[in-house]
């Protein structure tokens, strides 16, 4: 099985900050990659998808990057309501496994 | 509206069995995957298996292969995650999702684009 981890696991930063999380797969998995957010007491909610396509809906300040084993997830300009937990997730092969997480949180 | 509405929270006992439910709307529900994640109190997700609602193909995570069953009624547009005899570890939030697809030069790739509510299921003597 292919095993992402993230980095950070959490994150303290302030409204405005540019912030990078990163995740990177056990093996290759080339743009096979997706990025979700989950508020506390909510479900996920997909952002990117295939390593950087925005999923409809989401703003433009989140964007993804990366291929192969490395990838990033980048907020260009942190609002109030992007504090939040981050997860990656492979789709390259069953079972497609998500990332342990990272905890987004005010500085 | 496209919505996948969960089933209430469940308390149970060790030992008993139970079936939790994620009907679809909105949408054609024999045209997509259905999967469940698991997410453990303070913990991370965890995918656990998929059924394709249109001919009820499953496919299971090997962490979970056995422990659960994942079922579908397609003329209900429902889709069913069970367990036979519960365990207090199995004591958990448990979210269905619609495995959305799109088909890119570079590939064909599937994700979690729509997602339910989630069911509490807490299992405790």
């Known amino acids: 099985d292919i095993q992402m981890t993230q980095s950070p696991s959490s994150l303290s930063a302030s409204v405005g900050d540019r912030v990078t999380i990163t995740c990177r797969a056990s093996?290759?998995?080339?743009?096979?990659l997706n990025w979700y957010q989950q508020k506390p007491g909510k479900a996920p909610k997909l952002l990117i998808y295939?390593?950087?396509s925005l999923q409809s809906g989401v703003p433009s300040r989140f964007s993804g990057s990366g291929s192969g084993t490395d990838f990033t997830l980048t907020i260009s300009s942190l609002q109030p309501e992007d504090f939040a937990t981050y997860y990656c997730?492979?789709?390259?092969?069953?079972?497609?496994?998500f990332g342990q997480g990272t905890r987004l949180e005010i500085k | 509206e496209v919505q996948l509405v969960q089933s209430g929270a469940e308390v149970k006992k060790p030992g008993e069995s139970l079936k939790i439910s994620c009907k679809g709307s909105?949408?054609?529900?024999?045209?997509?995957?259905i999967g469940w994640v698991r997410q453990m109190p303070g913990k991370g997700l965890e995918w656990m298996g998929i059924?394709?609602?249109?001919?009820?193909?499953?496919r299971y995570s090997p962490s979970f292969q056995g422990q659960v069953t994942i079922s579908a009624d397609k003329s209900i547009s429902t889709a069913y995650l069970q367990w036979s005899s519960l365990k207090a570890s199995d004591t958990a939030m448990y979210y269905c999702?619609?495995?959305?697809?799109?088909?890119?030069?570079?590939?064909?790739?599937?994700?979690?684009?729509?997602w339910g509510k989630g069911t509490t299921v807490t299992v405790s003597s």
């Open positions: 999702a619609r495995h959305g697809d799109t088909a890119m030069v570079t590939g064909y790739y599937y994700y979690m684009d729509v």
């Open positions: 909105g949408y054609s529900f024999t045209s997509y995957w």
């Open positions: 059924i394709y609602p249109g001919d009820s193909d499953t």
């Open positions: 093996q290759s998995i080339s743009s096979y």
């Open positions: 295939a390593a950087s």
């Open positions: 997730q492979q789709s390259y092969s069953t079972p497609p496994a």
